[in-house]
């Protein structure tokens, strides 16, 4: 049976520019990341966040083939040469108010060093509407084409936006799974 430990748990007391977690031990056999987020990006509803490991900004780095839906018609990308492995969705400023979206990332083995990394995630752009565009589903699988352990991890808001209060996150170490 898979045991989740609570590696850090931290929820934003004001505007953030980001959340990122260092020096994560390799003690565990995965990584799991729950969040809720909210951006306070003015005058939109729907904000695009970046997902990056150990600091690394190079596009050549990076790859991701997501399924999307922002309307009846689902969306599908394939990216490489991108600063992140995906690009998931937030309510901004202009969304329902006290509105957070979810985000959900799994980083399976990632403390091996023989092999590049695997990074799957979902995340959900709440808000109460029906019009296309002002909500929104992602669910993403990404590749680092490094073979580094994975010991810091950042997530922000796209475009220099904030995260609000009360968006948090919490890192869990999965062992036994």
């Known amino acids: 049976m898979a045991a989740f430990t609570v590696i850090d748990h931290t929820e934003m007391t004001g505007a953030t520019a980001s959340w990122s977690e260092t020096s994560i031990s390799s003690s565990y056999d995965h990584l799991l990341i729950k969040a809720s987020m909210r951006s306070d990006a003015a005058?939109?509803?729907?904000?695009?966040?970046?997902?990056?490991?150990?600091g690394e900004t190079t596009n050549t780095n990076y790859s991701y083939t997501e399924l999307g839906a922002t309307s009846s018609t689902p969306t599908t990308a394939q990216l490489s040469s991108e600063p992140t492995l995906g690009y998931p969705p937030m309510p901004?400023?202009?969304?329902?108010?006290?509105?957070?979206?979810?985000?959900?990332?799994?980083?399976?083995?990632?403390?091996?060093?023989?092999?590049?990394?695997?990074?799957?995630?979902?995340?959900?752009?709440?808000?109460?509407?029906?019009t296309d565009g002002e909500w929104g589903?992602?669910?993403?699988?990404?590749?680092?084409?490094?073979?580094?352990?994975?010991?810091?991890?950042?997530?922000?808001?796209?475009?220099?936006?904030?995260?609000?209060?009360?968006?948090?996150?919490?890192?869990?170490?999965?062992?036994?799974?």
């Open 43 to 54: 005058a939109t509803i729907s904000v695009t966040g970046l997902v990056q490991l150990n």
């Open 92 to 130: 901004g400023a202009s969304a329902l108010a006290d509105t957070f979206g979810i985000l959900t990332v799994w980083i399976p083995h990632y403390s091996n060093t023989a092999n590049f990394k695997q990074v799957w995630w979902q995340a959900a752009l709440e808000n109460n509407s029906t």
């Open 137 to 177: 589903l992602k669910v993403n699988a990404g590749l680092w084409s490094n073979t580094d352990a994975v010991d810091e991890i950042l997530i922000s808001p796209a475009g220099g936006s904030n995260f609000v209060q009360y968006s948090t996150f919490t890192l869990y170490g999965v062992t036994g799974a």
